[in-house]
């Protein structure tokens, strides 16, 4: 705080001086003194010089909690924490160490001083494939000419927004893998699989435009349904709750819309297809893919998500696609993502086509390349799954979720559990709020529509994170036995 102090002392006489351009300038100055990072910082500086212009007497008190949070957190926690729909106001709950998923300033400084930035298990950025990927620095390597696709369209005579050699690449690694049906299907690209989960609710909900539809999900289940739905707050439809009380649906609602992810996040388990089953059914098969699940079956629904993130890591480059069935459907969520985003962008499209080519090559001679992503990619979580057991294992307060080996088409043979989530439930009777436990120990989870007693610790970290997960999770067990 004293350095921030300092430099607003020099900063405040020449800011209340200085015209806009000028104070660009300034900030520019006095940024590596500072020890600013990033533009997300940067911007920051000069917000709060044109903020001090104005009027000093309220917005001191902004800058200094900005800048004081600025030296002390890390942007990327910053904008990780906005992505989790923490608070609207998020620098200031970060600032006092509110957020439920991100803690930051001098608490936070000590708490995570060992791990570096982004140590949390919370989120399920997927960073344990940037290893891979440093290995073989020229897999899936993309170089973009200057005048690589300018038009909103991919074609000059047709209105087309996706490639061809995207979709029939989909086509190719489905069929290679063997989850997923896309013969006679059609598949709509969305920026990421989260536009497209609202694209077909709406376009669904669009069908029984006279009532209000219904979204439900089973607890647990991937918490951005809910928030998502209710952020967005569409007249067309709700976030209700589990399906099972809708059996039947009530008369005098619309449609029900049920969102199923198989294998779910947070607990890793098939969801098989429900007995009472609601008018629509969304599946969620971002985890479907042979390093996070066995591949028993071809998925074949009329409606089926995934997402590029979970099958190479590359969450960033924001793909996702929509396997759909019924062609009137199809069309409603292809405009949906027209009117919302003018299609997908098309240097994500080219590197999302030459990742999952890069993929479809390195099994082009059968599934026994060991040096293959979907085998890199079991490895690790298996070895990570493993190691969180052996820890929990002997541990009356904490209890893992239960995973048993299967057979694996795409590997053929019965492979081990290499989920990406850890699903724990709290035991004793006194924590009554699990996330809170972890945090005790410096350990950041979230919860998953079930109730404080469960959390939920993500194994998709790097290797840093992970070691400091389970250095941290061995810690609270042992302090836990050790008290009993």
Not at 458 to 463: A, V
Request: proline share 4%; hydrophobic share 40%.
């Amino acid at each position: 705080m004293l350095v921030t102090m300092l430099a607003l002392e020099v900063a405040i006489p020449y800011a209340m001086r200085m015209k806009t351009n000028s104070l660009h300038v300034f900030a520019h100055r006095i940024f590596p003194l500072l020890s600013f990072c990033s533009v997300t910082e940067y911007l920051l500086v000069v917000r709060g010089l044109k903020a001090l212009r104005r009027s000093f007497s309220f917005t001191a008190f902004v800058v200094l909690l900005c800048w004081e949070i600025v030296l002390t957190c890390d942007s990327r926690l910053c904008v990780a924490c906005v992505a989790q729909q923490c608070t609207p106001w998020p620098m200031v709950v970060l600032s006092r160490g509110l957020c439920p998923y991100f803690h930051t300033g001098v608490r936070a400084r000590n708490q995570w001083k060992d791990d570096g930035p982004g140590g949390a298990a919370c989120c399920g950025d997927p960073l344990l494939f940037e290893a891979y990927w440093r290995a073989n620095p020229n897999l899936g390597t993309v170089v973009i000419p200057g005048w690589y696709r300018m038009s909103y369209l991919t074609r000059d005579n047709a209105a087309i927004l996706y490639t061809d050699a995207l979709l029939r690449t989909i086509r190719d690694l489905h069929g290679m893998v063997g989850n997923a049906v896309t013969k006679d299907r059609y598949i709509v690209v969305g920026t990421g699989s989260m536009q497209l989960i609202n694209a077909v609710v709406h376009s669904l909900a669009l069908l029984n435009s006279d009532r209000v539809s219904s979204v439900v999900a089973k607890a647990p289940y991937y918490s951005a349904y809910k928030v998502q739905t209710e952020y967005l707050d569409s007249p067309l439809f709700n976030f209700a709750r589990d399906p099972a009380r809708f059996t039947g649906n009530a008369t005098g609602r619309g449609a029900q819309i049920e969102l199923i992810a198989s294998p779910n996040n947070p607990d890793a388990q098939i969801q098989e297809v429900p007995q009472n089953i609601s008018e629509h059914v969304i599946y969620d098969h971002a985890y479907n893919w042979p390093h996070l699940s066995p591949i028993t079956k071809a998925s074949d629904h009329d409606i089926m998500l995934f997402t590029l993130s979970k099958i190479t890591g590359h969450a960033g480059s924001r793909i996702g696609w929509a396997i759909i069935k019924d062609y009137n459907l199809y069309r409603t969520v292809q405009w949906y993502v027209v009117l919302n985003t003018l299609g997908v962008s098309h240097e994500s499209q080219l590197r999302a086509t030459q990742l999952i080519r890069t993929i479809i090559k390195s099994y082009s001679e059968g599934i026994r390349n060991e040096k293959g992503l979907f085998h890199y990619g079991r490895e690790v979580l298996e070895s990570r799954w493993a190691t969180i057991q052996s820890i929990l294992k002997n541990s009356s307060r904490f209890s893992l979720q239960e995973l048993k080996p299967d057979y694996c088409f795409f590997f053929a043979q019965i492979v081990d559990p290499s989920p990406g989530h850890a699903w724990i439930r709290c035991n004793y009777e006194e924590d009554v709020d699990c996330a809170a436990v972890m945090l005790s120990a410096g350990i950041i989870g979230r919860k998953f529509g079930s109730g404080n007693r469960f959390v939920r610790l993500s194994l998709l970290k790097r290797r840093s994170h992970f070691e400091i997960l389970t250095a941290r999770l061995t810690k609270l067990v042992a302090q836990t036995s050790s008290s009993t």
